[in-house]
């Protein structure tokens, strides 16, 4: 009765999202998971979540064992990262700067944004660093400090960087490239 009562009071999307929600974990034979705002006795709605177990009953019904969690602050957390991200991809879109994340194991790099001003670059390449140096047609010189950078960087220094001529749609331009080490949780690089 409590959740009825509750859903009475949250937003119709939600509670019609529960119920198609509900209805498909009964007809695939699955679990229940949904996120729902709920309206609280001061007036301001809060995510709720909701994990639940079934059972067909011999009468055709369904009995539902429920978990609900406060995920307000979770929720808030991810929209506000979602913004940020949102930010963060509308600045560099706009700029020439090129944001990519470097994988020493599988000597590839993947461009996570791509500004305007770059469209024409592939957002992967394989064999980091010698693809990247044929396809910005690299000087030796160049070409040569590049590859210091990235070895650098595959020994384990936190920060390496270079000024190159990078060839890009017909004209050369310089850049200073500048990479960071990070750890992933396993404490790869």
Request: glycine share 4%; with cysteine; proline share 5%.
């Amino acid at each position: 009765i409590f959740l009825i009562h509750r859903l009475i009071k949250s937003d119709a999307q939600d509670r019609s999202g529960l119920l198609e929600e509900t209805q498909k974990a009964i007809r695939e034979k699955q679990p229940l998971r949904y996120r729902y705002r709920l309206l609280y006795e001061d007036g301001i709605y809060r995510w709720i979540g909701i994990r639940a177990q079934h059972e067909p009953l011999p009468d055709g019904s369904e009995r539902f064992y429920v978990a609900y969690f406060d995920i307000h602050d979770l929720m808030q957390t991810q929209r506000k990262l979602e913004a940020n991200e949102r930010a963060f991809q509308e600045l560099f879109s706009c700029s020439d700067f090129l944001y990519f994340t470097y994988y020493p194991q599988e000597h590839c790099y993947k461009i996570m944004v791509l500004p305007e001003k770059l469209r024409e670059l592939p957002l992967e390449m394989e064999d980091f660093p010698e693809s990247p140096i044929l396809y910005a047609g690299l000087s030796p010189e160049d070409g040569d400090a590049y590859r210091r950078m990235v070895r650098r960087i595959d020994a384990g220094a936190k920060e390496a960087q270079c000024d190159i001529r990078f060839r890009y749609m017909g004209s050369y331009k310089w850049y200073r490239v500048h990479m960071l080490n990070f750890a992933e949780a396993d404490g790869k690089p």
